[in-house]
């Protein structure tokens, strides 16, 4: 069975685990609250320090949800914040996507957010989710379309950022424009067309805290995490040109009518 191979970009600095401790199934899994049922056993694919996960079990009390994650030491994290909110239906494990541990039809929902762009074979991942998952259930999936992402104004330096991302994510093994790209996946993988819902959902940041917010995060992450470390050691940056990227998303964060928008990809897929 393959196995993941490829490296995970963003990695698990503090600057990243700040931007994914925000989400929430309001904000990054709306697009899959209706089909949500209390007795359902879900599995989180790739569920990081644990905020989705969390709310997922909140949604199914008289049901099971399992955060499943490839990196082991942010599941402290996951582990700590469903033990805050009390909730005893939930577990945690070390996996891979590409070889779940677990009998087919074991599911009735499999889920992953952000996931499929930083896995080295996407179409087994949506594979093996479809797997474990119970006839008639569903397997969700949402990840965001660096391509897509906009932003205003135009400040001096941003631009290089995407271009540097793209070329850093790809030689990692991913696909940074995942969420143009789910829907021919999923039929890849085996789902016929009509058992595929497709949608797009987005990220706005506007307001003065939430620039300030999303800027010093990818301001931090350009230069002190391990993105930074794979940008310089892969040969596609210097210090310095991280250094003034850093101080692009500080003059963008800056800026009175600042906007950035992020455009995701969506699908719910009937088993």
């Not at 994650?69 to 914040?81: F, G, M």
């Not at 397997?139 to 330096?157: C, H, I």
């Not at 310089?232 to 950035?260: C, K, M, P, S, Y």
Request: with cysteine; aromatic share 8%.
């Amino acid at each position: 069975m393959p196995q993941e191979s490829a490296v995970y970009t963003h990695g698990h600095h503090e600057s990243v685990l700040r931007s994914h401790t925000w989400r929430t199934v309001d904000n990054s899994a709306g697009y899959l609250r209706d089909a949500l049922q209390p007795h359902m056993q879900i599995l989180d694919v790739g569920c990081g320090p644990g905020t989705i996960t969390a709310d997922l079990a909140a949604l199914v009390p008289d049901g099971q949800v399992t955060g499943l994650e490839h990196a082991p030491d942010v599941l402290r994290q996951a582990r700590a914040t469903a033990a805050d909110r009390g909730l005893t239906n939930v577990r945690f494990a070390v996996g891979d996507v590409h070889a779940l541990d677990y009998p087919d039809d074991t599911f009735c929902v499999v889920h992953a957010h952000q996931v499929l762009q930083h896995v080295g074979d996407p179409v087994q991942a949506l594979r093996e989710m479809r797997r474990v998952t119970k006839p008639g259930g569903i397997v969700a999936v949402r990840d965001s379309d660096y391509s897509a992402m906009t932003w205003y104004p135009e400040v001096d330096g941003m631009a290089d950022w995407l271009r540097l991302y793209l070329r850093v994510a790809r030689a990692n093994g991913g696909e940074p424009d995942a969420g143009r790209r789910l829907h021919a996946w999923a039929r890849q993988a085996g789902f016929t067309p009509d058992a595929i819902t497709a949608t797009a959902g987005t990220w706005c940041y506007h307001t003065p805290q939430e620039r300030s917010w999303w800027s010093e995060l990818w301001a931090e992450r350009t230069v002190g995490s391990s993105y930074a470390r794979i940008a310089v050691d892969g040969g596609h940056a210097t210090t310095e040109q991280l250094d003034r990227i850093a101080q692009a998303w500080r003059a963008w964060g800056a800026e009175e009518d600042g906007w950035f928008g992020i455009l995701h990809g969506e699908i719910l897929c009937r088993v």
